[in-house]
Structures are given as C-alpha cells and as structure tokens.
C-alpha cells in the first residue's frame, strides 16, 4: 500500500469536507461565499504555478469552471434554507447519481446485465442514503416545504456540476492543466454574479464587502481539495476510482462538522439515522466506482 498515495487521497477529505462548515461559519450571503471562494480558488491554482492550456482545452476548462461555480451558487442558497449538514449529503447524493448516469449512458460503463442490476441498486442506495441524513422526528408543513425548495435546488445544481466533471472530457486535457483555467472560470462566474444583484438593486455589491474577501480562506480549502483530487486520480497514485472514493469521503465530515459547529441540532434518533444514511452513500460510491 503507498502510504504518501493515500494520505494525497484523503486531501478532499479535509478540503472539500472542512470548506461548506468553513463558508458558512464565516457568513455573509451567497455572492459573498461564492466571490471570495472563487478568488481564493484562482490565487492557490495561480500561487501552484498552474499553467494556462490553449485552444478549445482552455474554453472546455472555463465552461468546467462556470459550471462547478454556478452549481456552488445555487448550494450556498440551499444553505440557508436547510443548512450544510442537511444540503450537503444531499448534493452528494445528485452529484453520485449524474456521475453514475453520464457514465453508462455517454461513456459505457457498467457493461453486461449484473453490472447494471449492481449499479441500479447502488443508486438507489444512494437515494436511501440521503433521505435518511434529511429525516426528522418531527416536521412541520413550513419545514416540508423548505426541505422540498432545498431539494430542488440541488437537482438543478447538479447540471452545474455535471458540466464541471463532463466539460473537461470534450478534450484530451488533463485535471491538472484544467485547474487554472476552471478557477477563472469560477471567478467570471462570481464577477457576474455580483455585477448583475448590484445593477438590479436588489443586494449591496459584493465587491464592497469585507465578508466577501474573508472568503478567500474557505476557498483556499476548495482549492486544495481540488488539487489533491486531481493528483491522487493520476494512474502513478490512486486512479481514478480510488481516488473518487475517497474523496468522496468529504460529506462525513461536511455533514458532522455542520452538525458539531454550526448550531444544526438533531436529536439522538436524527443522528443515528443521519450516520447510517452517509454510510449507505459511501458504500453505494464504492459499489458505483468498482463496477
């Protein structure tokens, strides 16, 4: 076993796990987490020496970029009707589904009937998964309501998402010359983002705003999860499956630390529920990934 392999592995565990806690403790509205995340983002890929690829690999990059910050966006915004321990196995859970989808529908994997019958359960597991992490003892029709809003928004997230992982196969770029161009991208999501609530008058411009720039700290943590993906999905580390399994790893530590520092109480039973539910999802990645 490559001990430096796994530790690298395990990066989006703390990045990608620490960063929603991180971006909600620090506070501020949606375009002031998604700004300074994005900046935080472009200053590590620019800090790391990442170089900048041409041609059509730097527009599939930016588009990879919009799409994962637009995506971002719409999960701050879940945030604040549900909160990070309840969004994020959530998010998870769409981002599992997409990825499992994309790959038998457009790439051909899982091949053959068993494959299929073992994916179709692991999705559902999935599923199962992450309606335990959102289930309460006790649910007002108010709370129904926003649960149902939150869900949405996170189904719609998902296409963001999806371009994030799917653009960058359009070309023969690799993850690690795609990290530079795909935090510009995010940024020019921000950057619009901001520009259009202050044209509109409906929020106070982002780039005024102190909070915003002290979100450069949580996107130092994206940015590193990110790096680190990236690295331990190379072929000489973890590969690809590996590596997604463990960074996958991330939404226990998102959904605890939500739940530990951020005020998000669940009675006994919710938490019980709550740690089977994440279980089931990481048990259902690993089923996805081995097929």
């Not at 038998?104 to 299929?116: D, E, H, M, Q, Y």
């Not at 939150?150 to 999806?162: C, K, P, R």
């Not at 359009?170 to 935090?183: E, K, R, V, W």
């Not at 520092?261 to 740690?275: N, P, R």
Request: aromatic letters at 10%; hydrophobic letters at 55%; proline letters at 3%.
């Amino acid at each position: 076993m490559n001990v430096t392999a796994i530790l690298i592995g395990l990066g989006p565990l703390l990045g990608w796990g620490l960063y929603p806690t991180i971006a909600s403790k620090i506070g501020g509205r949606p375009v002031n987490q998604i700004l300074g995340s994005t900046l935080g983002t472009l200053i590590f890929a620019a800090v790391n020496g990442m170089s900048l690829p041409t041609g059509m690999d730097l527009v599939f990059s930016i588009i990879s970029g919009i799409g994962w910050a637009t995506a971002q966006i719409i999960t701050f915004q879940s945030f604040t009707l549900i909160g990070s321990s309840r969004a994020m196995p959530i998010t998870t859970a769409f981002q599992l589904l997409g990825a499992s989808l994309w790959g038998v529908l457009a790439l051909g994997n899982w091949p053959g009937t068993t494959a299929k019958l073992l994916g179709g359960l692991a999705l559902v597991l999935i599923i199962l998964g992450a309606w335990m992490t959102v289930w309460s003892e006790e649910k007002t029709q108010e709370q129904s309501s926003i649960l149902k809003k939150a869900v949405l928004l996170l189904a719609v997230g998902e296409i963001g998402y999806w371009a994030y992982s799917a653009a960058p196969q359009a070309t023969s770029i690799d993850g690690m010359h795609a990290f530079l161009p795909q935090a510009i991208g995010m940024v020019l999501v921000a950057v619009v983002y901001s520009v259009v609530l202050s044209v509109r008058g409906k929020e106070k411009a982002a780039f005024t705003e102190a909070v915003s720039y002290k979100h450069i700290f949580s996107g130092f943590f994206f940015a590193f999860a990110a790096l680190t993906y990236l690295i331990s999905a190379q072929p000489d580390m973890n590969g690809l499956a590996t590596g997604f399994i463990l960074s996958q790893t991330s939404v226990v530590l998102a959904t605890l630390t939500g739940i530990w520092f951020l005020g998000q109480k669940k009675t006994k039973k919710e938490m019980t529920v709550t740690i089977v539910g994440l279980v089931l999802i990481l048990v259902a990645a690993m089923m996805t990934v081995m097929l």
